[in-house]
């Protein structure tokens, strides 16, 4: 099946600081990316909607300007998380929809975990 | 109510049972049908994947959908100690990158042996 690269795996940062999360697609092009945001026991929470070369679609209750979102080409997107606070300490997943694969399908990065001192 | 109701269990079970996992729903324009795994501290992969109505067996897994009852069910047979994961229902309406999977909160499965 198609491959999605999340990296890096685990980040730990300190509190106001920036961290970025790539997401790349290494099979395919893509698109629409997907972020995701998962608290641990819970479901995955859509972040927002990444469409390459315009801006990001975010889902209601999602700051924009804190969680940056770049798609700048067909196979990678970033995540940016600014000035990170220790409730922004999550597990961050990204996905990507092969555009020869079923409607509906995703295929997933191995996800990203943050976490903020 | 949510869109997608799942137990997130945890269920436990002996090595070789039989595993029946289940998600209800209530928007009837859903039409794809999707169970995902996650293993601790990984994104998800897809399992199985239906349309519509019916039922899809690969291997181990058979996936059922009852849209008439808005009810997925996915059984895993001979369960081994590696189905230990979360099992996660996705549903979705229409066609289109941009339409939004739904996703059940997820069921905790331990298979012990």
């Known amino acids: 099946g198609a491959v999605v690269s999340q990296h890096p795996s685990w980040v730990i940062c300190k509190s106001g600081t920036s961290v970025k999360i790539e997401c790349r697609s290494l099979?395919?092009?893509?698109?629409?990316m997907f972020w995701y945001r998962q608290f641990p026991k819970q479901s995955l929470m859509l972040m927002a909607t990444?469409?390459?070369?315009?801006?990001?679609?975010?889902e209601q209750g999602v700051e924009k300007d804190k969680f940056l979102i770049n798609h700048a080409s067909l196979t990678l997107s970033t995540l940016t998380v600014t000035s990170a606070h220790p409730e922004d300490s999550s597990f961050y997943i990204c996905?990507?929809?092969?555009?020869?694969?079923?409607?509906?399908?995703?295929?997933f990065g191995e996800g990203s975990r943050l976490t903020v001192l | 109510q949510k869109e997608v109701e799942q137990d997130p269990g945890p269920l436990s079970v002996p090595e070789g049972a039989i595993v029946s996992l289940n998600c209800t729903y209530s928007?009837?324009?859903?039409?794809?049908f999707m169970w995902y795994r996650q293993y601790s501290r990984k994104g998800p992969e897809l399992l199985m994947y239906?349309?519509s109505s019916g039922n899809k067996e690969d291997g181990r897994f058979t996936a059922q959908v009852d849209k008439s009852s808005k009810y997925i069910s996915l059984f895993i047979r001979d369960s081994q100690p590696s189905d230990s994961a979360t099992y996660l229902c996705?549903?979705?309406?229409?066609?289109?990158?941009?339409?939004?999977?739904?996703w059940g909160l997820g069921t905790s499965l331990a298979v012990n042996p």
């Open positions: 996905s990507a929809k092969d555009p020869r694969a079923r409607t509906g399908e995703l295929f």
């Open positions: 099979d395919f092009q893509a698109t629409t």
């Open positions: 990444s469409n390459e070369g315009s801006k990001a679609t975010y």
């Open positions: 928007n009837s324009a859903f039409q794809y």
């Open positions: 239906t349309y």
């Open positions: 996705a549903m979705s309406a229409g066609a289109g990158n941009n339409r939004k999977l739904i």
